[in-house]
């Protein structure tokens, strides 16, 4: 039926405290994989994932492919990649070249130029750029300028004194590194982060950046030298690939590039050399020694997400063609692993819950009929995508070094740093996905105004053929609505349908939706799923909108789906109560603590466990299933449940 009862703990009461209720014997008795920060539904579906794209590799390889196919790119990565005799044997030779560059500087004034040849080599710079669609203009690509350049995940990290010890660890850990392989001294390490530090004090926060107004300014080229005196972007631009092509860019923290301009001009080059050698090991580590892969994983591991040991080297190396060519795997995955009937009847669901969320739409009372009328021209021109696409990205012009893992690596990256810049100027591609159909994951892209479900994440718990229609409609029904509720969640609902940055709300009823988002807010902001470490409310927003609205939207398309007969009973459990067993079954998660405080600082996903309890104590659906009353564990007055969409 799409339920495992042997993972129940009936010593709990479901009003009590359902997670526990569902999967109690499951978080006591389950442990954390020593290569794993965590252990949810998803890892189990991304291990079987990359045991089924282990054994495609590995058939291709037998076939010895020639070098310019897809399968011959896919062969040549990984069995580099396996080849640690050979990255033993070269060592750092492979890119000492770019250690020289970095050495050969004679002024500042050359940075601009080499960040722009560094970011074609896939190493991040401190203004990085990337391409887009235009927020405001989605017919249009654009070069978009964002802060970056730290070594650790967030500025938090380096200015709050709760994370102290892992700023120590950290420079300690620059240190050894830049010892280990000989580019540099602990006197090097203090530099880098004392540099990294003050990049960090302009960095704008997370929940700054969620802003898609705040972050949208763009600049004509002539426009630059006022906002960052002395930067040299024409050495910039030409390094990047885009000189002569562009007109405009957008640069979305517009304070932190004139921080990182005063930072050129103030700090000496010799304290820049040592953080671009650091940035260029940083971006190489993981295709070096297994011994020196070790030493980063001490740190970024252990430190950081409370990992004991690394994941298998063959498991990296899947991760690599994935990265480097995952549509041309993705395309073996689904000729083997995704039948056809799984996409008709996901199109079929999709279509169900559109159809319930148009219901959802016309049944809100704080919503004026003009918004609406905007709302329901929004979700008519939703684009759903479903499995792979409908067009493969054409890997032919990429030519890869057989037995050379790091020049392959370097090649692959300088085509995908030009095929990405190769967009701008031309027009928009809708065929594009962001993610390879064996990626057990979902989004919404508010500029395609779309809702993209790969191959992968249809299966179980998510989706499964056999279950009765409660348990698929609570678990990927859930998932849906989810997504399709973040084209109306706080970032979302500032889009149009055509993708543009657009105000379509009235004042009343922007009011009256930013009245419930502050309530969510409050209320997520209360859970601390680490001592001392509660949630930010801000930051988790937008995914507890659509947590909220998409399980409200899966639950009417579940009740419009019964026809209006009654659900059968099976194990004692009616439809609707599989329906909320079978939601709570796909957030089944087992998380280090060093992990739960990495994500809250930085993701804006609730933890699992909470992204269970912040959306079914909204829900009054589930409070009549089972009956959950004042004094039980799971009660929430219904004044103060949030109901949006």
């Not at 107004?213 to 050495?235: F, H, R």
């Not at 919503?367 to 032919?396: C, N």
């Not at 309530?519 to 801000?538: C, D, F, K, R, S």
Request: glycine share 8%.
């Amino acid at each position: 039926m799409g339920i495992n009862l042997q993972w129940q703990d009936t010593s709990v009461r479901p009003q009590d405290d359902f997670y526990r209720h569902w999967l109690g014997q499951w978080l006591t008795s389950f442990e954390i994989p020593e290569d794993k920060a965590e252990f949810a539904s998803f890892t189990d579906l991304h291990d079987t994932s990359q045991d089924q794209l282990r054994s495609i590799i590995k058939d291709l390889s037998a076939q010895e492919p020639e070098p310019d196919t897809n399968a011959g790119r896919i062969a040549v990565l990984f069995n580099a990649f396996m080849d640690t005799d050979e990255i033993q044997r070269v060592g750092l030779e492979p890119i000492a070249d770019l250690f020289a560059a970095v050495d050969a500087l004679d002024s500042v004034d050359e940075l601009p130029g080499l960040l722009g040849r560094l970011e074609r080599e896939g190493v991040g710079s401190p203004l990085g750029g990337a391409v887009h669609q235009d927020n405001r203009d989605s017919t249009r690509y654009v070069l978009d300028m964002w802060q970056s350049g730290l070594g650790m995940p967030d500025r938090d990290y380096y200015l709050e004194e709760s994370f102290a010890a892992t700023r120590s660890a950290y420079t300690d850990h620059v240190a050894a590194m830049l010892e280990r392989v000989g580019v540099g001294t602990s006197a090097d390490a203090q530099r880098i982060v004392a540099l990294e530090t003050r990049l960090a004090r302009s960095h704008w926060t997370t929940v700054a950046n969620r802003d898609p107004v705040k972050t949208y300014n763009q600049y004509e080229l002539d426009e630059l030298s006022d906002l960052t005196p002395g930067y040299d972007w024409s050495a910039y631009l030409e390094a990047v690939g885009v000189a002569g092509r562009i007109e405009t860019l957008n640069i979305a923290q517009p304070d932190y590039a004139q921080a990182f301009t005063a930072a050129l001009a103030e700090v000496d080059l010799e304290d820049w050399k040592p953080y671009l050698r650091w940035r260029v090991l940083s971006s190489f580590t993981g295709l070096l020694s297994e011994q020196t892969v070790q030493a980063s994983f001490e740190f970024y591991g252990k430190v950081l997400r409370g990992v004991p040991q690394m994941r298998p080297r063959w498991k990296r190396g899947v991760d690599l063609v994935e990265g480097m060519v995952g549509e041309a795997l993705g395309q073996e995955y689904v000729a083997r692993h995704f039948p056809a009937e799984n996409k008709a009847r996901m199109v079929e669901l999709v279509d169900n819950l559109l159809k319930a969320f148009e219901q959802s739409i016309d049944g809100l009372e704080w919503m004026t009929p003009a918004t609406k009328q905007q709302a329901h021209a929004k979700l008519e021109r939703f684009t759903p995508k479903i499995g792979y696409p409908d067009v493969w990205k054409d890997y032919s012009t990429m030519v890869l070094a057989p037995g050379q893992l790091i020049a392959s690596v370097r090649s692959a990256r300088a085509w995908h740093h030009d095929y990405e810049v190769g967009k701008l100027g031309g027009p928009v591609d809708r065929n594009e996905w962001h993610m390879n159909p064996q990626t057990v994951n979902a989004y919404y892209n508010p500029e395609m105004n779309e809702i993209v479900f790969p191959a992968a994440i249809l299966q179980p718990p998510f989706f499964t053929m056999s279950a009765d229609d409660a348990v698929n409609y609570g678990a990927i029904g859930a998932v849906i609505g989810h997504e399709i509720s973040h084209g109306f969640d706080d970032q979302g609902s500032q889009f149009d349908g055509e993708g543009n940055l657009r105000n379509w709300w009235s004042d009343s009823d922007h009011e009256a939706f930013s009245d419930r988002t502050r309530a969510l807010i409050e209320q997520y902001a209360a859970y601390e799923p680490v001592a001392g470490h509660t949630l930010n409310g801000e930051l988790t927003l937008g995914e507890n909108i659509a947590d909220v609205s998409g399980l409200a939207v899966a639950y009417r398309a579940y009740l419009l789906s019964l026809g209006g007969e009654p659900a059968p009973v099976i194990d004692g459990l009616t439809g609707e109560q599989r329906f909320f067993v079978g939601f709570t079954h796909v957030w089944r998660a087992k998380t280090r603590p060093e992990e739960t405080v990495r994500r809250i600082t930085i993701d804006p996903h609730s933890p699992p466990e909470f992204r269970v309890f912040g959306t079914l104590l909204n829900t009054d659906a589930f409070f009549e299933a089972f009956d959950v009353q004042p004094g039980d564990g799971m009660w929430r007055d219904p004044a103060d449940r949030v109901r949006i969409w």
